[in-house]
């Protein structure tokens, strides 16, 4: 299958607009390339905001509802800072404090390296896991990225899609990787999903075996027993996320894991540092060595 | 949308008959030699990128350097806050020059550290203060220095893009509401990225700066007319100039997209001339280049060996 995340995000898009009257919302979306192809070339649903990442996740909010079932691209997930208010305190309060929905499909798209410095870089879906009436996710494959839209439209909540520009030329579906023989447990999130899976196969070649669960669902996230019992089995597992430690997304589903199991869930995340412009400052998705070398300290 | 550009866009736009030929020689050669300094380190820059030396993101301002040099002429002594692409500010104020070369060099001696790359460049002993990266969000900062009552007026450059967002709005509301100490400065280039003002929006800066009950002035990149109105709006603070430029090259990178409307540095070398300080202007021209150079080789090698 050649279809890539890129390619199904714009005919989903297009789709949406075509059947639903859905709309696109965000800034600079048809010059240079309309978001990495990920937006439909044409102008019929798709709003050209001005410069105003504040006021524009209310007018995202606003085109909610009234019924529009909007899209909102978010550039660089820094910007959220910024466009945050309007999707936390309007959007995923509206059920509980006005009784009706306000159903909102951010679409924050992380970057790192090649010079995006210490604002633009990374992901910060975990500031957003932490408050309420806001499912969060962060899919990475073409099959994924169709689930969460059939989600958003069949549900009347926002949804925070936490998207990385590492995925978008991805055309793969990522399996899990359960053995009978594994002897830890390895969730990954995000681009880091990528990393862990080269990470599992260089551990192999040393010997050690583990089994990968790939995480889509950050919020709610209610693992199934597909994803408990391989953790039940091995007693011990560690989550990777490309963001901070700190209240960051690894140590939170670490934790929840860990309840729903019993078993010792370790986290890893970023370095505590911002990344520099520079490629020797950067501070990228933790690396198959780095997670490999986390598993075998875990081991001893 | 009608179309906010047009037929604003003119090199001549508020063009004052005189004032380049009015303005003392050595003035003038002044306001070029930044001109020059800007043009040659942005350049120097950019081919420094394609060779590989520089391997951070690049906001060249090549075509518009005319804003900081007249800019700079009449704002001596300010804070200044600009953001992304403000190599030609920073130089023109007199920010260090090796500070921001081993800044792109991404060396610890870099004024971020390597940290930054082109938009956080800052000389803060100097008056000139960093940009974190998200776009205005200097303006209220800038704002909130005009606040504070240092006994020195601020500065604050952004684009026509940086406009539009809603802190920057509100920054002006604020300011002419207190009448601070500020001069807003919008480098038009009508360009936000690749997206034209035209669909963005319909409203003009000066004219809502006017709104909110500031001076404005809507003008052409003239460097001897943005030196002409820094000097009088100084005065009269708060205040709006927004000044039509053309950049040359791509929004990030090295790329170009043809030459700009208009070419404002080789129309300021064609006025010189006619004024008879070709001789001095071509002087001052190649003086520029030699001195970009050396410095580029000078932390080059200083880089190579640590
Ligand atoms: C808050 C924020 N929103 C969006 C961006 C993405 N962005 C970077 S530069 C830019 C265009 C800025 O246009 P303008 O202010 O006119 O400056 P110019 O690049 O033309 O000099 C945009 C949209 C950003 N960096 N920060
Ligand atoms: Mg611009």
């Known amino acids: ?300 | 949308m009608s179309d906010p550009s047009s037929p604003d866009r003119t090199p001549d736009l508020g063009a004052i008959a005189g004032l380049a030929e009015a303005e003392a020689a050595s003035q003038s050669l002044e306001l070029f030699r930044r001109m020059a300094v800007a043009r040659a380190f942005d350049e120097h820059v950019r081919r420094a990128q394609m060779a590989g030396e520089v391997r951070t993101l690049v906001y060249l301002g090549v075509g518009q350097e005319a804003v900081a040099a007249g800019l700079s002429m009449g704002a001596e002594g300010s804070w200044v806050l600009g953001q992304h692409r403000g190599h030609a500010l920073y130089l023109s104020f007199g920010g260090r020059i090796e500070r921001v070369i081993d800044e792109l060099l991404g060396m610890p001696s870099g004024c971020c550290g390597g940290m930054g790359g082109s938009p956080p460049i800052h000389d803060f002993e100097r008056g000139i203060v960093g940009h974190n990266g998200l776009i205005g969000d200097q303006v209220p900062v800038a704002v909130g220095m005009a606040m504070g009552g240092t006994n020195r007026p601020v500065v604050t450059v952004f684009g026509d893009g940086a406009a539009e967002e809603d802190y920057v709005l509100t920054s002006l509301g604020t300011a002419a509401s207190r009448r601070l100490p500020i001069l807003f400065v919008c480098e038009d280039n009508d360009l936000s990225v690749l997206t034209p003002t035209r669909d963005r929006r319909t409203w003009k800066l000066a004219e809502v700066a006017r709104g909110f009950g500031m001076e404005a002035v809507d003008i052409a990149d003239d460097p001897w007319l943005v030196a002409h109105w820094t000097t009088a709006l100084m005065d009269r603070l708060p205040a709006v100039i927004n000044v039509r430029t053309c950049r040359e090259y791509w929004h990030v990178g090295t790329g170009s997209d043809g030459p700009g409307e208009w070419n404002r540095y080789e129309m300021v070398k064609s006025r010189l001339a006619a004024m008879g300080l070709g001789d001095e202007s071509r002087r001052i021209e190649r003086e520029a280049a030699q001195m970009v150079e050396a410095r580029w080789t000078e932390r080059l090698q200083i880089r190579s060996a640590s």
């Open chain 1, 1 to 300: 299958m050649d279809r890539t995340v890129a390619d199904t995000i714009r005919e989903l898009t297009r789709r949406h607009i075509a059947d639903h009257n859905g709309v696109v919302v965000g800034q600079c979306l048809s010059a240079v390339g309309w978001v990495q192809n990920t937006v439909p070339a044409q102008t019929e649903g798709v709003v050209e905001l001005p410069m105003t990442d504040i006021a524009g996740s209310g007018f995202a909010v606003g085109l909610a509802l009234a019924g529009r079932r909007p899209v909102l691209v978010i550039r660089f997930q820094s910007f959220l800072w910024l466009n945050a208010s309007p999707i936390v305190n309007y959007a995923a309060k509206s059920k509980e404090m006005f009784g009706y929905p306000c159903p909102l499909l951010v679409r924050a798209i992380a970057s790192e390296g090649g010079g995006t410095g210490p604002v633009h870089s990374h992901a910060y879906h975990s500031m957003f896991m932490h408050m309420p009436g806001l499912p969060v996710c962060a899919p990475m494959t073409p099959g994924e990225y169709e689930q969460v839209w059939e989600r958003y439209l069949s549900h009347d909540d926002p949804l925070l899609v936490s998207e990385h520009r590492a995925s978008y030329k991805n055309n793969r579906e990522l399996p899990d990787i359960v053995r009978d023989d594994a002897v830890v447990t390895l969730y990954a999130v995000g681009p880091a999903r990528f990393t862990a899976e080269q990470a599992v196969a260089d551990l192999a070649d040393r010997g050690i075996v583990c089994n990968l669960i790939h995480l889509v669902w950050l919020k709610p996230f209610a693992p199934s027993p597909a994803q408990l019992d391989p953790l039940r089995a091995t007693g011990r597992g560690l989550v990777v996320d490309a963001t901070y430690e700190t209240c960051g997304a690894a140590r939170s589903l670490a934790y929840d894991l860990s309840q729903a199991t019993g078993r010792m869930v370790a986290a890893m995340g970023l370095e505590e540092r911002s990344p520099g412009a520079s490629p020797h400052l950067d501070n990228l998705t933790p690396s198959a060595e780095r997670i490999a070398a986390r598993i075998e300290a875990l081991l001893r």
